[in-house]
């Protein structure tokens, strides 16, 4: 057994009397071990690994600044020798990762035993020479992503890039994240891992974890967190299907969370789906820590307005050509994380919460309502030129069906009433769907007849 393995991670022993720079230390062990996660997990795509070294190479410029920018401001006497051994040690990460950019990928396996084994005895033997010098005041308080921007910044011309973001971000956190509940979808271990890091940094010790598909449509169903960061792949299964639940308030969950979908494919399809789900953002995989925090504080502080339209409810993104978006009207909604962050009381956030839906609710009716009529239409029109085949007609009345039960679900859970009119024609779509070869165009036009009338009463609310 190596040395590396014997240790088990941060304990009081490694503690150099500052809480800034003994926390840096902890997650600098927690890093150690997301990089022996890798090793392990063999089913972990290249992509992980790329995530996790993003993580290590912004991890280090920032940590190795917030010291050195603190021995200089106290005039530490081991100052310069300190200084060099982070650059040799920062020289060896760097020429690893470049080893693996390169294509040598089995040396990403020798970074665990690296980075623990010099950590330790770093801390030990050069950070404990400053214990008991430095005060609060002489140590850089600002999370690791805003030093590592420094640390790219002071970087001389010749010098090796670092992979942080290139993003100017604002000066210091204007939200206290600390009352934020975030939910974590994400069933690789040393991904979750990165992002539970990425949130400890921000401020967010309120996680929860659904890392199965069962588990996440519970924790969907009942709510309770401000943030969701979820794959959009889990077992197999779409899961960008749980935010369309969500913004569509088929479920208990807020339907104004905020929400970043993790993808690993960039093929144009599955991107198009997990930017129709009406989720915030989408971040590809693998992505660095900054630009995870980035995305978060950037939805926290700078919430884009919805719009609802017949396939979609989410925020507004101008540079996309949906169908409908054009014409729908913007809808500004509350931001559950800015709200918590800035202390506002939660009765007063309920009430514009739910005012916001109403709203959202009377759009999406009209929506329902006009998507009736043009489904009726098309099916009517294919019967009528003889285009129309049995699987098509099966398809629209599906489609019919589906929109039929949302209007009805929605109006007994805004109204508190029954629709009959509305339940009618989707139990008249069902029992059609039950005889698909015998239906004759009579049979569609009274169908079309009955949507009219039901479009009639919701498309003018
Ligand atoms: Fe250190
Ligand atoms: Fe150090």
């Not at 071990?33 to 690994?49: D, M, P, R």
């Not at 884009?304 to 409810?313: C, L, S």
Request: aromatic share 8%; proline share 3%.
């Amino acid at each position: 057994m190596t040395e590396a393995c014997q240790i088990a991670g941060w304990s009081d022993a490694f503690s150099v009397g500052n809480a800034a720079i003994d926390s840096d230390h902890k997650a600098f062990f927690e890093i150690a071990n997301l990089l022996k996660g890798i090793i392990f997990e063999a089913a972990e795509s290249k992509f992980v690994i790329e995530s996790a070294l993003a993580m290590l190479e912004e991890y280090v410029a920032g940590h190795f600044l917030r010291e050195e920018k603190a021995m200089e401001k106290i005039g530490f006497q081991h100052f310069e020798d300190h200084r060099a051994k982070h650059f040799a040690f920062n020289r060896k990460i760097n020429e690893v990762i470049r080893l693996y950019r390169g294509g040598s990928l089995s040396v990403a396996e020798k970074l665990h035993d690296l980075v623990l084994k010099w950590l330790a005895s770093h801390i030990m033997n050069e950070d404990m020479k400053f214990r008991s010098l430095l005060t609060d005041d002489d140590v850089d308080q600002r999370p690791l992503a805003y030093l590592a921007l420094d640390a790219l910044e002071n970087e001389g011309p010749g010098t090796e890039k670092l992979a942080v973001p290139t993003v100017i971000v604002p000066a210091k956190l204007k939200l206290d994240y600390s009352k934020i509940t975030a939910l974590i979808c994400e069933p690789s271990s040393t991904i979750r891992s990165g992002i539970r890091f990425t949130l400890n940094e921000i401020g967010i010790s309120n996680i929860e974890e659904s890392n199965n598909f069962i588990a996440i449509d519970e924790s969907c169903r009942n709510g309770g967190f401000q943030i969701i960061v979820m794959d959009a792949m889990v077992g197999g299964n779409d899961s960008a299907y749980f935010i369309r639940q969500i913004r569509s308030i088929q479920t208990n969950c807020d339907p104004f969370v905020l929400t970043v979908l993790l993808l690993s494919s960039r093929d144009e399809a599955a991107v198009r789906s997990a930017m129709s789900s009406g989720t915030d953002s989408v971040l590809l995989i693998p992505f660095s820590s900054g630009q995870l925090r980035d995305q978060i504080i950037g939805h926290a502080e700078r919430r884009k307005p919805f719009i609802v339209t017949q396939d979609y409810i989410g925020p507004e993104r101008q540079n996309e050509n949906r169908p409908g978006c054009a014409s729908a009207p913007q809808i500004i909604v509350p931001n559950p994380v800015e709200a918590l962050g800035r202390g506002i009381s939660i009765e007063q956030y309920e009430y514009r919460k739910n005012e916001a839906i109403q709203v959202i609710v009377n759009y999406r009716l009209k929506s329902l309502a006009g998507a009736i009529v043009f489904e009726c239409n098309s099916l009517a029109a294919g019967m009528r030129d003889g285009v129309s085949t049995t699987e098509s007609t099966f398809r629209s009345l599906t489609r019919l069906e589906n929109i039929a039960d949302e209007l009805a679900e929605k109006i007994r859970k805004f109204s508190g009433a029954k629709s009959y009119s509305v339940e009618t024609f989707r139990d008249r779509c069902r029992e059609l769907k039950g005889r698909l070869g015998e239906i004759a165009y009579v049979d569609i036009e009274e169908l079309s007849a009955s949507g009219r009338k039901v479009s009639e009463i919701y498309a003018s609310r």
